[in-house]
């Protein structure tokens, strides 16, 4: 029996993985989950002989049924291939006793490739299969991240076409550089006069427009989504959490079954809930902690059971975590409404008129999955200093996030024993002012970004990457600029189609 996907919102709207897939977003703005979660089903003496690409097809096989073993194999491999710097495409390092799982060793040297590489294959499968004969566009809204991780992956991409809106003074200057020497004809990038929000809100109300849709469809065209709302995302990211455990298991540092807290750097909640999810699945895990930087919408929800993002937005020195709206948390939400499809839409409904909501308590006691706190970018700097004071090891700001709230967990629970993995998202060269402004101010003072870089290079011993190296001298090709109001006569204007 295949897999089934159901949209959040209306129960009865049901499809394939692939058409998920196609399809980003279901009618009516609602996410589609699985209908059920399905087991691992291996056991980890298996698991621990298995290689990342291996893992991959354990796990995504599981989800996406109606793909052949041939085509999912096939997605991997061109998806999980020299484009990692890294045979083990997704290694940990142990520092201070903590185990970092780094997911930045992808093209983008963030985590966002970790799905994003995978995806156009996917896609691409996913249309065939369906019969599409319409031109895909992918759109997509970008803290930072996403954006080049998408651009990257669909970049002369035949039978595609990507647009990406970010905010444009809401992004470090290399994520930003990074995305503006984007080549590819099919590829456009837009900064917009807003903070990311407003970027993902526009691209929703875009997605969710029939009369659009038409329009596009007339000429062509249909859109698909590589947000982390997109199960073809989710779905590659609960495969690392897999392949980590099964790695920790093979070196001896945990017994078979031994329970293990995952720390996850939150933005959008995509990555956290790819590790509920692999906790469904069978893996041993105690604690899921969702690290929040000062935008902190999610502690105050994990702590009261009220979603309110009515308040201020704050730029941070981890911009891909500066989101007062998390999109993936409606697929939590759903299920701790024991999968009611209509009460989840209520609530999503009152977060749009009135930006919040309020969980009564037995839905919260479903959440005991979760731990929720979050680190002040004080906090954080002083997490990339004494990190690097006692170990060497040089951590990104939105990592320090998550061991900034690591270090809060061990003090308030006193759990200090279960070994904890934290999902490390970005390396330390994507974001070098903040991590040097952390460990050396006088440098971080006196230097250009490109010279800070090399100062990094120097003290943590480590290569600088390809990824920077590539955009030292890059050509700036993308220059357009607009009102969040303006994204709808952007795309058009780049797809040709006339008011
Ligand atoms: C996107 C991103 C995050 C947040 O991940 P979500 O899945 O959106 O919660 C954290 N860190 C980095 C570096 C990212 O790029």
Not at 209 to 225: H, V
Not at 255 to 265: F, Q, R
Not at 294 to 306: A, I, P, Q, T
Request: charged content about 25%; glycine content about 6%; overall charge negative.
């Amino acid at each position: 029996m295949d897999l089934r996907y159901a949209s959040t919102r209306n129960k009865e709207e049901q499809v394939s993985a692939s058409q998920a897939i196609l399809k980003g977003l279901a009618n009516g703005g609602g996410l589609f989950v699985p209908t059920e979660i399905p087991a691992l089903d291996m056991d980890w003496d298996e698991l621990a002989k298995l290689n990342y690409q291996e893992t991959a097809y354990a796990v995504m096989s599981k989800f996406l049924t109606d793909f052949t073993e041939e085509e999912l194999k096939s997605c991997i491999s061109s998806a999980y291939d020299e484009k990692f710097d890294t045979k083990e495409i997704a290694p940990i390092f142990c520092a201070d006793g903590t185990y970092f799982l780094e997911l930045f060793h992808g093209p983008t040297i963030a985590f966002k490739d970790m799905a994003l590489s995978i995806l156009p294959h996917l896609l691409i499968t996913a249309a065939r299969k369906n019969h599409v004969k319409n031109e895909i566009v992918i759109l997509t809204a970008t803290s930072g991240d996403t954006g080049k991780a998408a651009l990257a992956g669909f970049a002369d991409v035949k039978g595609t076409k990507i647009i990406v809106f970010y905010p444009k003074n809401g992004v470090s200057p290399i994520q930003e550089k990074q995305m503006v020497t984007q080549k590819g004809e099919n590829t456009l990038v837009v900064g917009i006069h807003g903070n990311f929000d407003q970027a993902q809100s526009g691209v929703k109300k875009m997605f969710s427009d029939a009369g659009l849709t038409a329009e596009l469809s007339a000429a062509g065209y249909q859109f698909s989504s590589a947000n982390s709302i997109n199960i073809g995302r989710l779905v590659p990211q609960i495969v690392y959490y897999v392949y980590a455990y099964a790695r920790l298991y093979e070196q001896g540092v945990i017994a078979k079954g031994e329970k293990i807290n995952v720390t996850v750097p939150t933005g959008n909640f995509g990555n956290i809930l790819a590790a509920f999810y692999a906790k469904q699945m069978g893996l041993p895990i105690a604690k899921l902690l969702c690290a929040s930087n000062e935008n902190k919408v999610l502690y105050d929800f994990f702590s009261s059971g009220v979603y309110d993002k009515n308040r201020d937005f704050i730029l941070t020195s981890s911009p891909s975590m500066d989101i007062l709206i998390s999109s993936n948390l409606e697929r939590l939400i759903y299920r701790a409404a024991g999968e009611d499809s209509a009460k989840n839409a209520d609530f999503m409904k009152s977060l749009a008129s009135d930006g919040k909501y309020e969980i009564a308590s037995e839905m919260k006691e479903k959440l005991l999955d979760f731990y929720g706190n979050y680190a002040t970018e004080e906090e954080t700097q002083e997490v990339i200093r004494d990190l690097y004071t006692k170990t060497k090891y040089i951590i990104d700001p939105h990592t320090a996030v998550a061991a900034g709230v690591y270090d809060k967990y061990k003090k308030e629970t006193s759990d200090t024993s279960t070994k904890t993995l934290i999902a490390s998202t970005a390396s330390p060269f994507k974001f070098t002012r903040s991590v040097m402004n952390a460990i050396d101010r006088e440098a971080y003072r006196s230097m250009t970004d490109f010279e800070l870089v090399d100062e990094l290079g120097k003290i943590s011993g480590l290569a600088v990457p390809n990824a920077i190296e590539e955009i030292r001298n890059a050509e700036i090709l993308h220059t357009s600029v607009c009102e969040p109001e303006e994204m709808e006569r952007v795309v058009k204007e780049f797809l040709n189609i006339k008011e």
